[in-house]
Each structure stands twice: as C-alpha cells, then as structure tokens.
C-alpha cells in the first residue's frame, strides 16, 4: 500500500467542487425489466443469473418503465425541493464499454425528472445551501470484475446489476472543500433513509464522482468514490496532486481519473469525454412520462418527517441542545429509539446518553442500532437504574459497552462482568473506604491542604480504584472535600 500523504496542504488554493451522486433504489425489479433487484436480496446471487433478454439488450427485447422507481424518484425529488418537470422521457447514451451489453444506457438527459433543488448543511457554525442542478433517472451497467485487480490479467462482467433503478443528483460546483462535500454526501444519505428508498445497510449502492478544479483551472473528474467516507480522502488528495502539477509549472488537463482506495490515491482512467461524445438520442422504445397522472400533491403529502423537521422538533419539544438534536435525528432508528425512551426517561437525560455514550459505542464497534440487537426496554432499564443513583457514569457506561458485544440486557451483564448496583445505606461503607485511603496518603493530604488540585485528583483515584468504580467520582470528591474541611 502506498505511503499516505500529509494531506494538509501548506498554501490555500482557491477550490471548487461538485458531485454527481448515484443510488440505488430498493425496488423489487429492475429498472426497465422484471428481474429481480439484487439490491435487497439476502444473499449475493449467482453471477448473471438474474438477466433477462431485455437488460442484456437481445435483439427484438422491448424495455417497459418501473412504475415504482419513478414515484421512488418522485419522492426524493420533492423532499430536495426541486422542481418537477410536468412531463419527461429517457434517452439513449451511447458509450461502447463491456459493462452495458447493447452499447447504450438508457438514462435522462435533455428533460430529467427534475431540476433547481437544494439543500442545507451545517459547516463551522452556519448553514449552506447546496444548489442542485438536477435529478434523473437510469439504469445501472453491469459490474466489471477485474482478476488480480485494477491493470490485472482480464476483466469479468456480471450482468445482475445491469438495469438496477439508478437516480443521479447533480449539484452546482458550489463545495469549497472536502469536508464540506462529505456533509452534503452524509445529509443526503439520511434524507433518502427517511424517505425509505435507500437503506445504508442494504447492498444498495450509493457512490459519486467528484468533479474538482483549484484556481480556476480545467475540471477533472473522479470516478467511483462509494459512500461518504472516502469522498474527503479522495477529494484531498486530487487538490495535493492538482496543486503539486501547478507547482511544477504545468497545467492541469481536463481528463477522467478514478479512486483507487487500496492505494489512496486517484489514477488516470481516460480524457474527459464532453456531452456530444456520448451522442444521446430519444429512446424509441419507451413513450414519455406525463407526471401529472402520479399525484404530486399526494406524494408531497405522502412525505415522512425529514431530518430537518425533525432537529427543529427535538429542540423546541423536548428542549435539547443543537448538538444533540443534529447527532440524534442524524440515523432515523436512533431518532425513533429517543422518542420511545423519553416516554419513561427524562428526555434530556435520554438525549445525552443515547447521543453520547450509545452512539459512541455503537460507532466503535462498526454497527448501527437497529443491527445492535439492542432492545428499547433495555435502554430505559438502564437509565432508569442511573437516574434512581443505582449506577455511577462509569459504571453505566461499562454496562452500555457490554450490551453491545454481549447482545444482552443490563441486569445480564452486570451479573456476569460483576458489576454492583449501588444500595442504599452504602455511603457509610464509601466513607470508611475514603478515610482508609486519605489515612494512607499523607503527603497527598498535606499537598491538597496547601492547595495543590490535582492531589485531591490522586485521592479520588485511589477511592474509585478501591471501590471499583461503584460510586460517583465527583461523590468522592465531595466526601473529601468534607472529611479535610475544604
């Protein structure tokens, strides 16, 4: 693997990025054909058994619309508030490439879906608004299966993929950084999840391709960064290198480059093909779309309460912070888990630990709620016994960690990693504890009495290291605090 980059790069360089983002719907068929949609299948099927003489483009072979896929779209169109064209159809792209049998994909390309969209995020404080250019509808190309990888010795084709439901959201190259294309890529992840025609943890796709200039230069495109994790690394990357040819006093030439992520780093796949190139006809075989006949009133109506809704609900109802409110509707089955908690469970009490602890748990261990085998009743039992002052924080904490790699309820994991509820009548056995430990740390007690803090720090780290972490380390303090009469 190649060696990383410094990616912080020592000048600023004046950037400009936008990004064509492709998912995947979670129709039963495909686009144009009754096969089967992969993408919710429980398992990986056989390689090309899910074709038909329509998605592998036989002679003869008639496409017929997904009616689901185009309300699906509909859907998100209207949530990123664009406008909806009142009547569109699908064109031919003709590209000669492996991964699409008949030559052409049948994609939108001078009436799409719809057009002028948008939608807001949070960077450094305040609120941006992306512009979106467009939204339209085609269909997936088969995958490419490269034996010995990237440059190896031949490539395979599955054609199970080709016809999958595709949208493609086209921004205005309105991103200034990085960080601020991966916020975009995680808010539009979270809105298709509400909308339920995209689920994360689904085989469905959700990759974009980067299309990055810096100081006005000639654009480059990155092809195939999949999800919102990689496109930050990716997007730094091609800035560095784009920079570093500036400085080497030669120009950056529009082209076509791909993200390689075993080695980090972008790679030079073909020149930059222009519109014309792909030569886009009208698609015979289909009739337009008049929009009108799908209702939009009653799609817009129809719209579950998006993420935005959602923060602004859980801060004026519940009366929460910003913070927590953004890190809690940010997964719709952690929103939903909040909202049942707090029918037992103080809401900011609740708000705190499921947006604190819980998260950060389950964000170590590489899972999301709704696969954490976790159980609402288990978080209010818990926090019902903190509340009540039967677990310390730590302890409360320790007994989340468990239920997370155990799968199982409070009260098992503490009876088998043996950890105590806190009983009433226990603060006299604390306090013998704490005397025992100031009557052994003399010099810690003098050095406090002189007004050095951190000894009180080392005290307390002595009685919570003797009291295995059952009670509260600010408790503690208190007790000190009283007994040395400060």
């Given at each position: 693997m190649a060696?990383?980059?410094?990616?912080?790069?020592?000048?600023?360089?004046?950037?400009?990025i936008g990004l064509e983002t492709h998912v995947q719907l979670?129709?039963?068929?495909?686009?144009?054909?009754?096969?089967?949609?992969?993408?919710?299948l429980p398992e990986e099927p056989e390689p090309n058994t899910l074709t038909c003489e329509t998605c592998l483009g036989m002679p003869g072979s008639k496409?017929?619309?997904?009616?689901?896929?185009?309300?699906?779209?509909?859907?998100?169109?209207?949530?990123l508030n664009f406008s909806i064209a009142k009547e569109t159809y699908f064109s031919r792209k003709t590209y000669f490439y492996p991964d699409m049998s008949k030559n052409f994909q049948i994609s939108q390309y001078e009436i799409p879906l719809a057009t002028k969209g948008w939608v807001?995020?949070?960077?450094?404080?305040?609120?941006?608004?992306?512009?979106?250019?467009?939204?339209?509808?085609?269909?997936?190309?088969?995958?490419?299966?490269?034996?010995?990888g990237i440059g190896g010795k031949y490539v395979l084709v599955d054609y199970n993929r080709s016809g999958i439901p595709l949208i493609e959201i086209v921004t205005e190259p309105d991103f200034t950084?990085?960080?601020?294309?991966?916020?975009?890529?995680?808010?539009?992840?979270?809105?298709?999840?509400?909308?339920?025609?995209?689920?994360?943890?689904?085989?469905?796709v959700f990759k974009s391709d980067a299309n990055v200039s810096i100081d006005g230069g000639k654009r480059v495109e990155i092809k195939n960064i999949t999800g919102t994790k990689e496109i930050e690394q990716a997007l730094k990357y091609e800035i560095i290198r784009q920079s570093n040819v500036v400085k080497r006093g030669e120009k950056v030439e529009q082209s076509t480059r791909m993200w390689n992520p075993e080695l980090q780093a972008t790679q030079a796949l073909r020149e930059k093909e222009t519109e014309e190139d792909y030569g886009y006809i009208f698609e015979p075989d289909l009739?337009?779309?008049?929009?009108?006949h799908f209702s939009l009133e009653s799609i817009r109506k129809s719209l579950p309460e998006l993420p935005d809704q959602k923060y602004q609900r859980f801060i004026h109802s519940y009366f929460i912070s910003d913070k927590l409110s953004e890190s809690l509707t940010s997964e719709l089955d952690i929103a939903n888990l909040f909202e049942n908690v707090t029918k037992k469970i103080p809401p900011k009490l609740a708000a705190s630990w499921i947006a604190g602890y819980l998260k950060k748990t389950l964000n170590y261990n590489g899972i999301r709620f709704k696969d954490s085998k976790l159980r609402e009743e288990w978080i209010v039992s818990l926090l019902q016994m903190f509340e009540k002052g039967f677990l310390t924080d730590r302890n409360a904490e320790l007994v989340i960690r468990y239920m997370v790699s155990d799968r199982a309820g409070p009260e098992d994991v503490m009876r088998k990693h043996r950890i105590a509820k806190k009983e009433s009548g226990s603060l006299r056995e604390v306090e013998h504890i704490i005397k025992s430990v100031i009557g052994k740390n003399a010099k810690a007690v003098q050095d406090y009495k002189s007004g050095e803090e951190k000894a009180l720090h080392f005290l307390v780290g002595l009685c919570m290291k003797e009291t295995k972490g059952a009670v509260d380390a600010n408790e503690v303090g208190k007790i000190i605090r009283k007994l040395l009469g400060k």
């Open positions: 060696k990383p980059l410094d990616l912080e790069s020592p000048e600023r360089v004046k950037v400009k979670n129709t039963k068929s495909k686009m144009f054909c009754c096969c089967r949609n992969p993408v919710n496409p017929r619309t997904n009616e689901s896929a185009v309300s699906m779209s509909l859907k998100v169109a209207a949530a807001d995020i949070n960077t450094d404080g305040r609120t941006k608004r992306i512009s979106l250019r467009r939204l339209h509808m085609e269909e997936d190309p088969a995958k490419l299966v490269h034996i010995g950084s990085p960080e601020e294309a991966r916020l975009f890529l995680g808010k539009l992840a979270t809105i298709l999840e509400y909308l339920g025609v995209y689920d994360p943890d689904s085989k469905a009739t337009s779309i008049e929009i009108q």
